[in-house]
């Protein structure tokens, strides 16, 4: 082991050896251009051309940023800024020009030594941190050189704040990681340091690999966790050892925090945005310098600019333009450059040595590294995908914070990007139920309304005890402050959000492996959160019903939910019943529209076939199980179905379980209501009854309702079933005998 790793370190030394040699021949380069631009300045020195003007003034502003590079480069061990003018002078010509274009590479190899070295105070080292910005990426080179200061420890604490900070909002544009892996042993070791250890942990959060995962990395982070307290980024790094080697770790972890670091992009903000644009092609919009209070700046919001391109992390323009062929590729780095990834066929040939974008954004516009995503069960790629989002949707998409809803259709689209991408891979991104939860308080339920309830609809399973205060309380009070348009489109939005835990659940149940298994809970625990989510949407909908006076519309989508529910037992083969509330259940059977009628009575046929099924399963096992059903449930389906039959067959509705007094029923002019309801009766049924009459009887004068009965009474059956009232058809025959015919 001492000798492979001798090897390595050797290896790693004479790489940075040569990207130490690349960057002096880069450097040398840059100061022979720094004499020319000059000499070529004084030529043109007089000339009153407006083109030449403008080439001229970009020449002195290169050669003015070049001079002060290099005076940082070799300028004195301590000063003071308020008393050194060509310190103060050199220092706004790099910001200034940071902000406007960014930096070269060797511009940020510069001043990342300069920062870590000691050779000026905080104060001008926290200016010089805040105007590194690249103009396209960052040399992995350089992050190593700087880090190797960090031994050193010439610099202060709050500077190796600062550039933990940097590195991470930085990590996108850093070209290669590899080296930068290497070290992760030594950025492991500086969590001991309690200032450091939310930073690093964020930086290693995107830098873990599988074989990064050692026990004794998970003791030291149990120990630190036993002295700090359950603290947010060392709960994320030891998730995320979790998820990589779980036998590792037997302590409970919870399953997400909604946020577990701070925003390490907000000083870099606009800067980070005008890379991302300069990287495609756009031109980016002016940058205003903010180097003391950080303030959003307001913008054109462009989906576009938020999404990265797509670029390996081993491909550059310049070896695209020397017309280099997949054999060199292969041979220099052994993966698949993804700019050329067209087709289905080619992602079968080339999965095994496809390397992801290192901005994990750009897969959600490529339908082809979704597949990849789909098919490849590397749960480090869902990770940064989820890191990415998280960042994004909490600095970009500032809408619920301001009433400003200027640049909706923009945003629209990034949100539709996203479903996309969610309904592809038919998974819920944990960062979209953190944006979830914190913007939902501020939200209006009018702005980007189709896109914010799909969203919610694709919330992973959790506890739904932890879900309510966060998320479904909210929901309740817009809910029944909004129209009816608003509450049938939650009641639709609830129904895809079941039916999507239950796919998981099913799914889960299977496949039978912690390691691959979403969950951490048992199963009686997720069937107890399914059953409070349907009981909600029983309280939301019982509610609805008296504020919008028993609404048919809003009762179909009522119905829907409850169709989905009804077969939970046998559909997804969980253990579940949960019958409607009788707020729900009366109101249809009551309604005036047949559509109602006829769909309660397909519900009330499939609770039928699903406890018909589990008390089977329960008397063939023969022995008590967790998941035996009560005998209360039991009770109430037959409580309902004595009243269906009751109101559709027998003519005796509610005789048990409802009273009405004999008076009022008396003023309603209704005194004989036992005769009053059963299939040619009903409110729903009545018209039908009148047609079958008349167009079997024509030339009767006057429709006699009581006639039908008997032969005649089959005969209207058929006549119903024959209309398309299949829930009828199927209720009568599972649950009434026909040869008691009224």
Not at 3 to 13: E, F, G, P, S
Not at 285 to 291: A, C, S, V
Not at 564 to 586: A, E, R, S
Not at 643 to 653: E, I, R
Request: proline share 4%; aromatic share 12%; glycine share 4%.
């Amino acid at each position: 082991m001492s000798l492979q790793r001798k090897v390595k370190n050797a290896q790693a030394q004479k790489t940075t050896s040569q990207g130490s040699n690349s960057y002096q021949t880069r450097l040398s380069a840059w100061k022979v251009k720094e004499d020319l631009s000059d000499s070529k300045s004084i030529s043109k020195h007089g000339q009153n051309n407006p083109v030449e003007d403008y080439e001229h003034a970009d020449d002195q502003a290169e050669g003015a940023l070049q001079r002060a590079l290099t005076y940082f480069e070799k300028g004195p061990v301590k000063t003071s800024q308020s008393k050194d003018k060509t310190l103060e002078k050199h220092l706004k010509t790099v910001e200034n020009e940071a902000w406007k274009n960014g930096l070269a590479p060797e511009g940020i190899d510069i001043l990342l030594n300069v920062a870590l070295s000691g050779k000026f105070g905080s104060a001008v080292n926290t200016r010089i941190f805040k105007c590194m910005i690249p103009a396209t990426l960052i040399s992995e080179d350089s992050v190593v050189k700087a880090v190797s200061w960090l031994c050193v420890g010439k610099c202060s604490g709050s500077t190796k704040v600062l550039f933990y900070r940097w590195l991470v909002a930085m990590f996108d544009f850093i070209d290669h990681k590899e080296q930068i892996n290497l070290l992760y042993g030594f950025f492991f070791a500086s969590l001991q340091d309690d200032a450091l250890c939310p930073y690093v942990c964020h930086l290693l959060y995107l830098l873990t690999k599988k074989e990064n995962v050692k026990p004794f990395r998970v003791r030291k982070l149990l120990d630190l966790q036993a002295k700090m307290g359950m603290q947010p980024h060392l709960q994320a790094l030891l998730s995320l050892y979790k998820f990589f080697v779980p036998t590792l770790i037997s302590v409970s972890l919870p399953m997400r925090k909604k946020i577990y670091f701070k925003n390490s992009e907000n000083l870099w903000k606009t800067a980070l945005l005008a890379v991302r644009q300069r990287n495609q092609g756009l031109p980016p919009e002016p940058l205003k310098l903010m180097l003391a209070n950080v303030h959003p700046v307001k913008r054109k919001w462009n989906s576009h600019s938020v999404i990265p391109v797509l670029n390996s992390r081993n491909y550059s323009k310049e070896s695209g333009n020397k017309g280099m062929n997949l054999s060199d590729y292969f041979s220099s780095n052994g993966s698949f450059p993804l700019e050329q990834l067209k087709s289905f066929p080619q992602l079968l040939q080339n999965i095994h040595c496809l390397e992801l974008p290192s901005q994990m954004g750009a897969v959600l516009n490529n339908s082809l590294l979704l597949h990849y995503i789909n098919c490849v069960r590397d749960e480090s790629v869902l990770l940064r995908l989820y890191h990415w989002l998280s960042q994004t949707l909490q600095e970009e998409c500032i809408w619920y914070k301001v009433n400003n809803y200027e640049h909706g259709k923009e945003f629209t689209n990034f949100l539709d990007t996203i479903l996309k991408a969610e309904c592809f891979l038919q998974e819920g991104f944990y960062s979209c139920e953190a944006f979830l939860y914190k913007s939902l308080p501020l939200w209006d339920g009018f702005c980007c309304r189709s896109q914010f309830l799909q969203l919610v609809s694709w919330i992973p399973f959790s506890s739904f005890s932890e879900v309510k205060p966060l998320l479904f309380d909210h929901l309740s009070r817009l809910f029944f402050t909004s129209t009816i348009y608003f509450k049938c489109s939650v009641l639709q939005c609830l129904k895809e959000l079941l039916q999507n835990w239950l796919l998981w659940l099913s799914m889960d149940i299977h496949m039978k492996s912690v390691m691959n298994s979403p969950l951490e809970t048992t199963l009686g625990g997720s069937m107890n959160s399914v059953s409070k989510l349907i009981h909600y949407v029983g309280w939301l909908s019982t509610t609805a019903m008296r504020l919008e006076n028993n609404s048919t519309f809003l009762l179909h989508f009522i119905l829907d939910f409850y169709e989905k529910v009804c077969d939970i037992y046998i559909n997804y083969n969980l253990p579940l019943v949960v019958l409607f509330p009788p707020g729900v259940f009366y109101p249809a059977l009551l309604s005036l529209d047949s559509s109602i009628l006829n769909q309660l009575c397909y519900i009330m046929d499939r609770y039928r076939k699903n406890l018909t099924a589990a008390k089977k399963n329960e008397l063939v096992q023969k022995t008590k199980s967790e998941f035996s059903f009560s005998s209360k449930t039991y009770q109430e389906f037959n409580h309902y179905l004595t009243a269906m039959v009751g109101c559709l067959w027998t003519s005796k509705p509610f005789q048990k379980g409802l009273y009405i007094d004999p008076e009022v029923l008396e003023k309603a002019s209704v005194a004989e209501y036992k005769n009053s309801l059963n299939l040619v009766h009903h409110p729903a049924l009545l018209s039908y009854a009148v047609f079958f009459l008349l167009q079997e009887w024509p030339k009767e004068r006057k429709v006699n309702m009581s006639s039908v009965w008997g032969k005649k009474w089959n005969w209207y059956l058929d006549y119903l079933f024959s209309e398309g009232l299949q829930g009828l058809k199927l209720f009568i025959r599972s649950s009434i005998h026909r040869s008691s015919v009224p």
